[in-house]
Each structure stands twice: as C-alpha cells, then as structure tokens.
C-alpha cells in the first residue's frame, strides 16, 4: 500500500503525510498519519486522504525530530505535569533554537536547546529552566 498522501490540516489546506498504520473498520476506516512537513500527528478518515502527485512523493521532509540537548528527566521519563509544564513555556510562541547535535547520520533526529529571547531584557533558556525546576537533570555532553 502506498504510504504517502495529501490531507488537510487545520488551515484547510493541503499537506504531505504520512501514514504509520491504517486501521480497518469497514466504511469508517482511520489512518495513523504525521504530517512531514510540520511534524504534527492525527488519526483522519481514510477518505480525507487523497493521493500525492508522484513529484512530491520523493521531496525531503521539512519536519525534524528533536529533543532537548543536555537533558534527561529527573524522574526517569517526562511526566505529564512536565509535558504540561514545558507546554505552557513554548506553545504559540517564537523560540529561538540552536541545534547542538545529531546523535545519527541519518539526519532524521537532533538535539537543540530552545530560547525564549521575547523578553526585552534576558533570554530564557528552556532547558535551564526545566532544571531549575527540578523537572530535568542536567547531563554531559
């Protein structure tokens, strides 16, 4: 089966996905599917995919995996209060962010530090903060 398509985000217009596990249910059939180009995930309906013009099927994602460099959480894996945490920090705003390392040759995954420079002042540095607040042990490069 073919695993790349076209679906609609919120913003009504077409993007490239795609699907992780297509889920059987008769008519109402879903589909697992990650947007490549903005790194967001959902469940659609198979009949909000259409098929992906063969010209976009071989163009690089433009999503990246990350996660944060210098990091490991402090009880063994990130909760959900710290997703929420870390949520309520990032969401809606403009980060600025460093990528410090790309643990494979695959380029597929990378480790950044993230920035809120929005305050006229000082920077707040993401990771800095997640430690300080005892969410995060800082490790070793």
Known sequence: KEKYFAAQLSDRAWHRVEVSNFIPCGASSQAIVRYVDQGSSAMLSCTDLRPLNAQFRNLPCQAMAAGLAGLVPARGEWTPEDNYWFNNRVSGKQLVGR????????????????VDTSHPT???????????????VAVTR
């Open 122 to 136: 000082e920077d707040h540095y993401i990771h800095k903060q997640l430690v300080m607040d005892g969410r995060a």
């Open 99 to 114: 990528m410090v390392d790309v643990p494979d040759s695959s380029l597929t995954h990378m480790m950044v530090e993230l």
